[in-house]
């Protein structure tokens, strides 16, 4: 059974940085796609980035461009989340997520999620 773990959120002042981790386990991911989401409260889980196990491509929503980075350890079998120049609106549960369809964005498309890390920007 896949499995996926996250860690790193915290609390950080606007400009902060933190970075995520994503632990996955139970079979192999060579052929998946996996993606950070962010949930705020009262609002529609969104899509951040994703990145493909097998030739490290990547894609990000707009907003984050530029300022978060989204990279991956095969070895360690771990996904990050490098999230740089922080603003207020970055707060959220962050998640990560797990998907055998190529460089999607839909959240319905995720099919492993991971019970998601609180980061919250102060401003």
């Known amino acids: 059974q896949v499995q996926l773990v996250e860690s790193g959120g915290g609390l950080v002042q606007a400009g902060g940085s933190l970075r995520l981790s994503c632990v996955a386990s139970?079979?192999?991911?060579?052929?998946?796609?996996m993606g950070w989401f962010r949930q705020a409260p009262g609002k529609e889980r969104e899509f951040v980035a994703h990145?493909?196990?097998?030739?490290?491509?990547?894609y990000y929503v707009d907003s984050v461009k530029g300022r978060f980075t989204i990279s991956r350890d095969n070895a360690k079998n771990t996904v990050y989340l490098q999230m740089n120049s922080l603003k207020p609106e970055d707060t959220a549960v962050y998640y990560c997520?797990?998907?055998?369809?190529?460089?999607?964005?839909?959240?319905?498309?995720?099919?492993?999620w991971g019970q998601g890390t609180q980061v919250t920007v102060s401003s």
């Open positions: 997520a797990a998907t055998g369809v190529r460089f999607t964005i839909m959240t319905s498309s995720y099919h492993t």
């Open positions: 990145i493909s196990w097998s030739d490290g491509s990547t």
């Open positions: 139970g079979r192999t991911f060579s052929s998946y796609t």
